[in-house]
T-cell receptor, first 117, second 113 residues
């Protein structure tokens, strides 16, 4: 069974540009979550989608947005990039709607390393 | 406000000895906790979880202990192996409503051969 895939793996952008990152969850997983990882900050939750609906959003500015398609693939978009957006962006998928119990654990992709110059 | 804290950014342990990684949380309503391991250039991988109705959960060399009164959980790895060298993240969540995990900042474990 293929794991969570993220494209691209590496990206270099300049301030003010926008970027779109893609995530393909494990087959059969309907929940996709996005996280930002920066040194010293751990994994910060961005948003979670289940069956094309955003169910929760983290404490990030409106420049960060996302969506999920009917095949559960998800994209996140960052507009008007800032230097502080440089980070590893991780996508995770989960089979069930809830967090706990069988099927509730998240499986992460390898991440997209975004560098903003 | 960091609701989940890992106060030790790094830890070194000799191969064969016990590794103990600690995690503190501030919200007493958290009812589900997990540990993830992360190697460089890879996404985190799920290790072990524990529900707040338990105080211990074991899986092979890994045991997680939960002390609800102290709002503290720990991961014990016995015996430690060089392949365990990685960054370990603890995470907490509510099993209903928010659909998200809140992660700590991670502890880098180095197991010395």
């Amino acid at each position: 069974k293929a794991g969570v895939t993220q494209t691209p793996r590496y990206l270099i952008k300049t301030r003010g540009q926008q970027v779109t990152l893609s995530c393909s969850p494990i087959s059969g997983h309907r929940s996709v979550s996005w996280y930002q990882q920066t040194p010293g900050q751990g994994l910060q939750f961005l948003f979670e989608y289940f069956s094309e609906t955003q169910r929760n959003k983290g404490n990030f500015p409106g420049r960060f947005s996302g969506r999920q398609f009917s095949n559960s693939r998800s994209e996140m978009n960052v507009s008007t990039l800032e230097l502080g957006d440089s980070a590893l962006y991780l996508c995770a998928s989960r089979r069930t709607a809830t967090l706990a119990g069988a099927g509730g654990e998240q499986f992460f992709g390898p991440g997209t390393r975004l560098t903003v110059l | 406000d960091q609701q989940v804290k890992q106060n030790s950014p790094s830890l070194s342990v000799q191969e064969g000895r016990i590794s103990i990684l600690n995690c503190d949380y501030t919200n007493s309503m958290f009812d589900y906790f997990l540990w993830y391991k992360k190697y460089p250039a890879e996404g985190p991988t799920f290790l072990i979880s524990i529900s707040s109705i338990k105080d211990k959960n074991e899986d092979g060399r890994f045991t997680v202990f939960l002390n609800k009164s102290a709002k503290h959980l720990s991961l014990h790895i016995v015996p430690s192996q060089p392949g365990d060298s990685a960054v370990y993240f603890c995470a907490a969540s509510f099993t209903s409503g928010t659909y998200k995990y809140i992660f700590g900042t991670g502890t880098r474990l180095k197991v010395l051969a």
